[in-house]
């Protein structure tokens, strides 16, 4: 059994930051991809950032130069540090992991956490 738990969210002010964490934990074989999806009320799940597992990094075009995505292979983990967060950030955080095994590749998404940008 595989499973993603996140941790990291809360409440900032604008202009703060946050670092979100994921864990995978069970019996893992490869770690294809870890991505960081987010969705605010009203709107539909999108992509904020995703790693490889060569390391290649994809951001959404209005995080780039603010949040950094990055991994620690030997922990399973992926991190997201946002800084300079503005109130349009608010949302529901949701880690995704794509998981390589004997059967092939699955996807497997955290519980999510919510992230609230507000003075």
């Known amino acids: 059994q595989v499973q993603l738990v996140e941790s990291g969210g809360g409440l900032v002010q604008p202009g703060g930051s946050l670092r979100l964490s994921c864990a995978a934990s069970g019996s893992i074989f490869s770690i294809n991809v870890m991505g960081w999806y987010r969705q605010a009320p009203g709107k539909e799940r999108e992509l904020v950032a995703r790693?490889?597992?060569?390391?290649?990094?994809n951001y959404k075009d209005s995080v780039k130069g603010r949040f950094t995505i990055s991994k620690d292979n030997a922990k399973n983990t992926a991190y997201l540090q946002m800084n300079s967060l503005k109130p349009e950030n608010t949302a529901i955080y949701y880690c995704?992991?794509?998981?390589?095994?004997?059967?092939?590749?699955?996807?497997?998404w955290g519980q999510g956490t919510q992230v609230t940008v507000s003075s």
């Open positions: 790693i490889f597992g060569d390391g290649i990094t």
């Open positions: 995704n992991a794509v998981f390589g095994g004997s059967s092939g590749q699955f996807s497997l």
